[in-house]
């Protein structure tokens, strides 16, 4: 069974906006990936937070994770259209050899 | 970054034929390489964890007579999808990560390749 479940499922928002999509998973991990996926593309990675960090940034991203929730952030600040896609957040759990359990996704559409 | 390539991007072919996926780390060596489906508008479900030098791990529910996964060097694994039907049209993507010390890295995507079969 997937290990993450993400919210929302999909997100319309104009540019310049802000974007939140929050993801929360069930188990011990040892890292939470997100990735971005452009329709009928391969992913892309965007960031990795290790299970001993809270928070971290990459340009306009900028990830949280939470362990005594089993949940974590990612924000978009000041989309652009170009940030259009689905977002998945993808979970490497203890021990599994870095084999990566997915969410179901944000579809993020950012209009002009 | 490190770079995984697939091949082809996509295929066509007729029910009850087989077809083979090529998933290549191009500038490092990946002992592992992992297998994923994604039906469209759904999430990536990991098909199968693919080992250097002995067999693939399959998931629950994945028939490892039906997709043949072969690693046999350090930089190539491929997938055949066997005996394909309508059912097994979906988009296929692999991924491999480093060692970095004694952790692995974020995984690296193929392209993918979008497999119809008609």
């Known amino acids: 069974s997937q290990q993450g479940e993400e919210d929302p499922q999909a997100l319309s928002i104009q540019e310049g906006e802000n974007a939140t999509m929050n993801c929360s998973y069930k188990?011990?991990?040892?890292?939470l990936q997100w990735y971005r996926q452009n329709s009928g593309r391969g992913l892309v990675h965007l960031i990795l937070i290790r299970s001993n960090e809270r928070e971290k940034h990459s340009g306009r991203l900028r990830v949280t994770l939470d362990t005594s929730k089993k949940s974590s952030s990612l924000l978009i600040t000041a989309s652009r259209a170009a940030d259009t896609a689905s977002y998945f957040c993808a979970t490497v759990l203890t021990d599994s050899w870095g084999k990566l359990q997915f969410g179901a996704g944000t579809q993020v559409v950012v209009t002009p | 970054g490190a770079v995984v390539s697939q091949h082809p991007s996509w295929v066509i072919c007729k029910s009850g034929t087989s077809v083979k996926i090529e998933c290549r780390s191009l500038?490092?060596?990946?002992?592992?390489m992992f297998w994923y489906r994604q039906f469209p508008k759904q999430s990536l479900m990991l098909m199968a964890t693919s080992n250097e030098g002995s067999k693939a791990t399959y998931e629950q529910g994945v028939e490892k007579d039906k997709f043949l996964i072969n690693h046999a060097s350090l930089t190539l694994s491929t997938l055949t999808v066997t005996s394909a039907h309508p059912e097994d049209s979906s988009f296929y993507i692999c991924?491999?990560?480093?060692?970095?010390?004694?952790?692995?890295?974020?995984?690296?995507f193929g392209q993918g390749t979008r497999l119809t079969v008609v």
């Open positions: 188990t011990s991990i040892n890292n």
């Open positions: 500038d490092f060596q990946a002992t592992t």
């Open positions: 991924s491999a990560s480093k060692w970095q010390g004694t952790s692995r890295t974020e995984a690296f």
